[in-house]
């Protein structure tokens, strides 16, 4: 099983700053790798698929970077509708995997 | 409205059997692999099935092999989860997602609460 890592568990940022959230593979996934975005009491929602295509109707504050083992999402100027938990997931291989996510909270 | 809704969620005892059901509109059914994700309480996004858009190939979390069974009516634009044997630890929020192996979850239903207690 691909074990994905995030890290750090929770980023206070204040608005306006940028946040960069990791997540690092146990295994080489290539580009599959996605980010998802969770606000509380909310479904989860696509933001990054295939490590840097942004899904319709993301901004672009929000980019992707990596493969293989190490990626990144940035979020270039946080906004509050930002404040969220942020997951990693891939579909390089069964059993997909999920990280454990990134808690972006209010400085 | 491209949606999925979940239905079927409740409470059971440990042991019990529970059948999920998702039914799909917005968009076409049938060419869409499909998947199960969960989240228990407080906790992440756990993946827990997927199926092929034939419904001929199912995969399976290794917690939930032999005790969940996933299938689809692609006439009916409906997803399943058969889910048997509960345990305390299947206690979360199931989602209905689009998307599987070849593809990323780009549309999520609501989430259908289940709850494993006696």
């Known amino acids: 099983e691909i074990v994905l890592t995030q890290s750090p568990a929770t980023l206070s940022l204040s608005p306006g700053t940028s946040a960069t959230l990791s997540c690092r593979s146990s295994q080489n996934v290539g580009i599959y790798l996605a980010w998802y975005q969770q606000k509380p009491g909310q479904t989860p929602r696509l933001l990054i698929y295939d490590a840097t295509n942004r899904a319709p109707g993301i901004p672009a504050r929000f980019s992707g970077s990596g493969s293989g083992t190490d990626f990144t999402l940035t979020i270039s100027s946080l906004e509050s509708e930002d404040y969220a938990v942020y997951y990693c997931q891939q579909r390089s291989r069964w059993p997909l995997t999920f990280g454990g996510g990134t808690k972006v909270e209010i400085k | 409205e491209v949606q999925l809704l979940e239905s079927g969620g409740g409470l059971v005892e440990p042991g019990g059997s529970l059948r999920l059901s998702c039914a799909a509109s917005?968009?076409?059914?049938?060419?869409?692999?499909m998947s199960w994700v969960r989240q228990a309480p407080g906790k992440g996004l756990e993946w827990v099935s997927s199926?092929?858009?034939?419904?001929?190939?199912?995969y399976y979390a290794d917690s939930v092999q032999g005790l969940f069974t996933i299938s689809r009516d692609n006439f009916g634009n409906t997803l399943y989860l058969q889910m048997s044997s509960l345990r305390a630890d299947d206690t979360a929020v199931y989602y209905c997602?689009?998307?599987?192996?070849?593809?990323?979850?780009?549309?999520w239903g609501r989430g259908t609460l289940v709850t494993v207690s006696s």
């Open positions: 997602v689009r998307g599987a192996g070849s593809r990323f979850f780009d549309l």
């Open positions: 199926i092929n858009n034939a419904g001929d190939t199912t």
């Open positions: 917005g968009f076409t059914f049938s060419p869409h692999a």
